[in-house]
């Protein structure tokens, strides 16, 4: 009769230094998950724009300039001149989808890469998108759409 519940004394007591620790590295978890699901759904609002072929979706993603291929033709050009070019590309090749097939990240982690094919009227396309970071935001650096 003379315990009492719930004043036992635990066993081993942790000093304040562990958990501050134990903080750090959840918030470290917490931030580093939202950066990776930020990433995440940027590129599948990309995906859903190059299927859809919807030019100002995509060109969201453009840094200032963008590395453009279509076919034969390479250029470096301005987000303006890219949305141009996609615009008469997608007049000829009327979009039914996007698939990626693969998504990639670089040794160093500052830059990412997605392969995937876009399904068009007039045939498939395999699709080459370069992302780098340019301040704070990840964007398409180039961009290759080849038979």
């Known amino acids: 009769m ?3 519940i719930g004043t036992h004394r ?3 007591r942790f000093p304040a230094s562990y958990y501050k ?3 750090m590295k959840a918030v470290f978890v917490f931030f580093f998950l939202c950066m990776t699901l930020q990433v995440t759904w940027a590129q599948a609002d990309l995906h ?4 859809n072929g919807d030019v100002p979706g995509i060109s969201i993603h453009f840094g ?3 590395e453009l291929a279509i076919g034969d033709k390479e250029e470096t050009l301005a987000k303006a001149d890219v949305e141009t070019r996609l615009r008469e590309f997608y007049a000829t090749h009327l979009p039914k989808g996007f698939s990626p097939k693969h998504n990639g990240t670089s040794k160093s982690n500052e830059s990412t890469y997605t392969i995937g094919e876009l399904s068009t009227d007039k ?3 395999r699709v080459y ?3 780098t970071q340019q301040g704070e935001k990840r964007s398409v650096a180039e961009l290759r759409i080849e038979e």
């Open 48 to 51: 859903t724009a190059l299927g």
């Open 129 to 131: 998108i370069y992302f």
């Open 21 to 23: 620790h134990e903080i």
């Open 2 to 4: 003379g315990e009492s």
């Open 10 to 12: 635990p066993l081993y």
């Open 123 to 125: 045939g498939d396309f």
């Open 64 to 66: 200032d300039k963008v």
